[in-house]
């Protein structure tokens, strides 16, 4: 299904671009803060795999997107949000980008808004996913989430 992204409204005070190299700063310290870990090793590294996009509100990064080439397609994740209007506006350039063709998105979520969106693209759940971490990481509500994962390895 083709999702028209002029279809999907921005939410207040915000602006969508595409993701820079001088952003990862900034989008490293939103997944530490959704995630509960530094991963800013992993995030360099699948910069170099990925296209993005940046949510910016009042002129700071507020969200981000990363979509790459997985598998028989593309995969998008991590996708690191305030809430699922963000999170679905992060996700709609990625859907609009690669309508036709196959796409994927791991999220640990089993119901909501952005589920919802999933399923309308044409991506109803097809399986959950666990993350996993050792210690469990435990950190207060930092007011971002993940709401798409990582996904698998970058071999």
């Known amino acids: 299904m083709a999702v028209d992204p002029g279809a ?15 952003d990862l700063a ?3 310290r939103l997944d530490q803060d959704a995630f509960g ?5 992993t995030l360099c590294e699948l910069l ?13 990064i507020a969200g981000f997107a990363l979509c790459r080439r997985f598998g ?3 995969v998008v994740g991590p996708v690191v949000a305030r809430d699922c209007a963000d999170a679905i506006a992060l996700t709609t ?6 309508a036709g063709s196959f796409l994927r998105v791991d999220t640990a979520q089993s119901e909501g808004g952005y589920t919802e969106f999933l399923s309308r693209c044409g991506m109803p759940e097809f399986d959950q996913v666990t993350t996993l971490s050792l210690p469990p990481r ?9 709401f798409a ?3 698998h390895t970058l071999g």
């Open 8 to 22: 999907i409204p921005l939410p207040a005070d915000t602006r969508i671009r595409a993701l820079e190299a001088t």
């Open 26 to 28: 900034d989008i490293a």
């Open 37 to 41: 870990a530094d991963r800013t090793a």
């Open 48 to 60: 170099e795999h990925s296209s993005g996009m940046v949510l910016e509100r009042d002129g700071r």
């Open 72 to 74: 028989r397609g593309h």
């Open 93 to 98: 350039p990625h859907v609009a980008t690669h």
């Open 138 to 146: 435990m950190q207060a509500d930092s007011g971002v989430h993940t």
């Open 149 to 151: 994962l990582a996904s």
